[in-house]
């Protein structure tokens, strides 16, 4: 009885398919394909985060087709691991053959690809997606670089020199990283990878950045970086940023942090220096911009230089502390739009304001104020902490005013404002401080100190101003008695 139940079942079964009507059956074939077929894109682009949603990035390794140069073969869909400790590879004077790539695929995890380029540059993209070592043969001065000619990994045109994979850990040694044709490809990308760069130099020229950190931990130690982007040199969202010796030139903006919740982002003796690229043109030129995510991360930037972009440093949320360094050849030299900034024992020489505060709030002790049309802008959403701070300025913000004192005789008199957190200093700026920021740069010096007309006479006891601040030559009468006989 049962097994006439079971086949009594499977005919209806059968007599419900036999009935059903083609575009039912096409229907139904279609959710079923569209239910397991896998979402490639969604595999292989990475999620993108919430801290930057009005500008996705325009490229992507996962994007990369294989057939950038003509007569390529595209690679096998899974690479064996290698199982060679130390790989040599020379491979320049010889573009397109694929060398470098095959070399990469040769070292095992763990291992070390050493480069040797006596003929001229590698070119290729390396793909990493196990630990390694990249080193140049033959080391690298970053100091010397345009003097002496060092390994050099170059990309092809639009695409990286390297990407590496989320979890991996590489680490660059002794070598030269160029992308001349960069287009909206960064030189060096990682998602949630770990990147490690000792004495290494870039030359790049595109739209993106030179290094593209999503995610991850960047460690760069005595790097030099010629970036020649309207996009910032370094960009590490979400990733962890660590920089010691290192410099950035040529790009209109420097440095571009979305800190995340880890170890905090910490730039020492770094250098960036912009184009000075006027508020007009393109997007805002900023040396340092530290930007907000749901993780409230913290940014530590000590005795570095921040000189030539429109605003030197643009905190726009997290925590920011900068201690012991120098901003020049600025028009703001800080700006907090938001979150929390903290400057100590630092140096500002800006065109109009030292910082300007938005909202948030700024603890502001023991600094140097040079050129700067006004000290502080705050407006009501923001608090500024400040004392112990000194004004060097020429013009408006540190010129006397004049009090009469008989008649129509009148002498300068300055006024200070301890109680604003600043004072201005009479004498002239110091000769070396100027020369380790615009002095750097060729800019003549300035002593940014005002003092009226013949007011060297006028403390010898000739003499008085009238109300407009115009000496009046008198020989008549000296010292006090001036202000006492016509």
Known sequence: MKTFAVAASALIALAGLAVATPDAQAQTAARVESQTRPNFGLLLDPPARQSRPRQNRRW???????????????????????????????????????????????????????????????????????????????????????????????????????TVAQGVRLELRDVVLASPNGGDAACVVGYGADIVMNRVGFRHVGDEAAIYADGGTVDLRDTVIDAQTVAPAIVADGATLTAWETVVTGAQSGIDITPGSGEPSRLDSVTLSGVETPNNFGPRAIGLLVRSR???????????????????????????????????????????????????????????????????LAVVRNNSFVGVLDVFYREYRANIDASGNRVWSDGPLCRPTYRPRYRDRYEPQWTQRPDQGWVCEYSPYPRDWWDEMDGAYGDPYDDFSYQPDN??????????YDSSGRYIESDRHQGEARWRNR
């Open 60 to 162: 992507s390794y996962g994007n990369h087709r294989p057939d950038w140069r003509p007569g390529y073969a595209p690679p096998p869909v899974h690479y064996p691991a290698g199982q060679e400790e130390i790989v040599l590879v020379d491979c320049g004077g010889n573009p397109g053959t694929g060398a470098v790539e095959a070399a990469v695929q040769r070292v095992r995890p763990g291992g070390t690809l050493v480069i040797r380029a006596r003929a001229g540059a590698c070119v290729g993209w390396l793909n990493i997606d196990k630990p390694m070592t990249i080193i140049g043969e033959g080391g690298f001065d970053p100091r010397r670089w345009n003097q002496n000619p060092a390994p050099t990994l170059q990309a092809p045109d639009g695409l990286p020199c390297i």
């Open 455 to 464: 007011y060297g006479r006028f403390q010898q006891g000739y003499g008085w």
């Open 294 to 360: 749901r993780d409230y991360g913290r940014v530590e930037v000590t005795n570095s230089r921040i000189c030539g972009y429109s605003e030197g440093v643009a905190v726009e949320g997290a925590s920011v502390s900068i201690e012991g360094s120098r901003i020049c050849r600025s028009d703001k030299g800080l700006v907090l739009y938001n979150g929390e900034l903290t400057l100590l024992d630092s140096r500002v020489r800006a065109r109009t304001i030292g910082l300007a505060a938005v909202s948030g």
